[in-house]
């Protein structure tokens, strides 16, 4: 299972409120990433990090923001929560980033 | 951004029958991955595919890479019920970003 893990599983929010996933991986692989899964667009990519404090945007990246200071861990932050970011959120790793992506269990977001 | 077009979308089957599903880009890709979805769970990795042309077995599973590099598709024989489930293609295109086909949903009657 690639040693990904989420926190929280599932949350319930309310829109304006500030909103922290949280991944931790245990094998230090320098690549990783956040997706979001909406009925009928697949997984798309939010924002990924190819080490420490080096992060770069995706195709969905407004209302979000990321944060990686240690290897183990990728932040992501809603600043703000909007009803548009209910969804189901993914973090993934890869060893070099040109290779196969391994995901986490996922967090279901849920903005009222 | 980059489309992957996945088709179906969705497979009604009887157990023991061979499923064929595949993905289209107007863009190359250097590498063809294929995921499985269970509800509530992440997708998991099943076949990765890193050449033109390549051919590649996984159980009852095999997969492809297409020749013109656009393209790839993935065979399950002898359909099981645990097969069922949502199936992901996935392409890392010359910019080292993965995008993903929107889903082949797999329902198979035991």
């Known amino acids: 299972d690639a040693g990904i893990t989420q926190s929280p599983r599932h949350k319930v929010t309310e829109t304006g409120t500030p909103v922290t996933l949280r991944c931790h991986q245990t094998e230090n692989h320098r690549y990783m990433y956040w997706y979001r899964q909406d009925p009928g667009h697949g997984l798309r990519l939010i924002h990924y990090s190819y080490g420490v404090k080096d992060t770069d945007k995706g195709e969905v990246s407004d209302g979000y923001s990321v944060s990686r200071s240690k290897t183990e861990d990728f932040l992501l932050t809603l600043e703000s929560a909007t009803s548009s970011q209910t969804s189901v959120y993914f973090c993934?790793?890869?060893?070099?980033?040109?290779?196969?992506?391994?995901f986490g269990p996922g967090t279901r977001l849920l903005v009222l | 951004g980059q489309q992957l077009n996945q088709s179906p979308q969705s497979m009604f089957i009887q157990e023991g029958e061979d499923v064929s599903m595949n993905c289209t880009s107007s863009?190359?890709?250097?590498?063809w991955l294929w995921y499985k979805q269970d509800p509530g769970e992440g997708p998991v990795l099943l076949i990765a595919l890193y050449k033109a042309g390549e051919l590649t077995s996984n159980g009852r599973l095999t997969a492809q890479f297409g020749i013109t590099r656009k393209d790839s598709f993935l065979n399950i024989s002898a359909s099981i019920p645990s097969d069922v489930g949502i199936y992901f293609c996935?392409?890392?295109?010359?910019?080292?970003?993965?995008?993903f086909g929107s889903g082949t949903k797999l329902n198979v009657k035991p």
């Open positions: 993934a790793i890869s060893v070099s980033g040109r290779e196969t992506q391994y």
């Open positions: 863009s190359i890709f250097n590498t």
């Open positions: 996935a392409g890392l295109n010359n910019f080292n970003k993965f995008y």
